[in-house]
């Protein structure tokens, strides 16, 4: 192909926010820096090389026990059999990991429908401060994807207009996606107070 | 932490009362809540609204009553043990569900499938889709008191229904799809079957059109309600038939072809002006072009022969297979199908290696190597037992298959283990809910009602 990789594009673009850039099963993915991500989703969306129109999914990761056997008392943990690792499937072209040690990653998933492409950027998010910068100004639907991210893993969006529980209830504690919120954990249901 | 913005209703407690300049009364604002439990509400969701008269100034939906833990409860099964999941999320055309989630962890496995299990695939997801715009539009139909063309609908509805119960033998909660293939293979006269419930369908498609296209209470009510700009339905990432009742030429399957969609021919109806009208005109020809795509898949699809025992011509008892194995005799029946047990009728496929790859790691074994032969049962248990299993090397993928409703996305992020790290689901109507504001806002309270039937809200997939 002649024309370059996005996540080259944009390395070339912001050398300071870019961290690493890999593809992987032909998506290709960009890590950058927290700090930069209304700047990188501004020109995603407005530079014609881009042109980012769609954010088709706003989601995060936490890589906490990431490739850790789970610990403790789970709902369908198969404790007490010994076991073998079976072989691994060949791969040809590994995964290189998430690019830093940060506990998070948020994951934003572009696609440009006049260009036809598809780009990840991922961002890493420190347990100590899970805070990154709102993009809802740039994309209305970022606005129930951020909410949705603050729900289930407790990321703060700064600038987000309206950043309040979506799927669980205002009076829910914890944020359920963590990986060290228990499967089994179950809170008493608290109807709204309206 | 900063303040959220005030409810609909916190903004009414503390507004200031308004009186009208030629009256001199003084006018409130009214608030009204919908839902959560509601006859006019497809699934369980509440949206306050504010009301002056009879327009609505500002509405509020609240979602998450049917929030199941998708997402968390994918973490701790095995890969194939989410496939029950996956039905349940777009519990009104799940085949696409079971094919996106396949297709995503093939996509992580790097896994060929067999060009007849994409074919297959494809042709249940088709059917799947044609019974979900059946639903939508029959039960938008419904609300505006053409109480009829529901019945119709459904009845059609019930003849697709029909054959994906003869295919995956259940009407519902199918799991047919498997990761490197499928459940079983197309029962024998699986196409005359669709052809003849395809005519059905057409004519009931003939009749609805007869019924309501031009009935004028019908086209009043969807002309111009529930409105949205091109740009907007963009912004708030809307796909599927809502992004192309506003002209935007969208489709996961012509412009990112999976499985076999760039071997067919269809077209991909685009509406003008975006509103509720356009939507139903989008749904019902797709409805067609569906019907057309599982057509052409029907005559292109490769393979599928039945393989006979060559001394016999007879397919072999999984007994008698069993006591030649005992003799030795394996080279001679191991590409043989045996007579299994009556109870496991819609799973002895014929065909079992054209739908399935041959990668052991991966795909079950059939089930007459399961119960007929040592190796296929231990291949089994290799995959179904706790701890055992798929494991894909790590990784992260996304696959987005075109949803009944748009853009169905699975990112699966895999650390190597028996289970996926984090299974997430794009679904389709999230975003258009996010972006009910906009189609409601400024219009007539009894507008909300088509509006949101042609949202086709999927609480399953909505709240996960």
Redesign the interface.
Known sequence: MNVPLLSDQIKSKFPDAVIAAHQYRGDDTVTIRPESIVRVAQTLRDDPAFQMNLLMDLTAVDYSKFAQEPQGKGGHINAGIALKQPSDIPDANPWPGPATQARFEVVYHFVSLPLKHRLRVKVPVEESKPEIDSISALWGGANWFEREVWDMFGIRFTGHPNLKRILMYAQFEGHPLRKDYPVTQRQPLIGPNN | ??Q??K?V?QQLETATRSYDPNTGLETRDMLLNIGPSHPAMHGIIRIVAKLDGETLKDIDV???YL?R?F???S???SYNGVMPYTDRLNYVSPLINNMGYCMAIE????LPVSERAHYIRVIMSEISRVTDHLTCVGASAMELGAFTVFLYMIKAREYLWELVEVVTGARLTISYCRVGGLKSDLPEGFAEKTHAAFAEVRKVLVEVDQLITRNRIFFDRMKGTGKISKE?A??????GPFLRSTG?N?DVRK??PYAIYDQVKFEVPLGTSGDNLDRYYVRMEEMEQSMRIVEQCLKQIPGGPVAVDPQTGKPMEASEMVDRAKMGQIDKITDKIAITDPTLEGSDSRVHDKILVS?K??SLPAKEDTYGNIEGLMNHF?LVM???GI????????F?VEGANG?L?F?V?S???D?A??V?V?PPC??I???LH?LLVGEQMADMVPTFGSVNMIGGEL??
Do not use: N
């Not at chain 2, 996509?107 to 790097?110: Q, T």
């Not at chain 2, 894909?392 to 996304?398: A, F, L, M």
């Open positions: 932490m900063e959220p913005q409810t209703q609240e979602i998450g929030h833990a997402e968390k409860m973490e701790t099964v996509k992580l496995l790097d907007d963009l912004s708030y990432g809307m796909t935007v969208y412009d990112f990668e790691r991966v290799k706790f701890g055992h494991r894909p090397p790590k990784g992260e993928v996304y987005p853009e996305g990112y992020v650390d190597g283990t289970k790290y984090r997430r794009r999230f975003t809910m996010s972006g906009k709240d996960r």
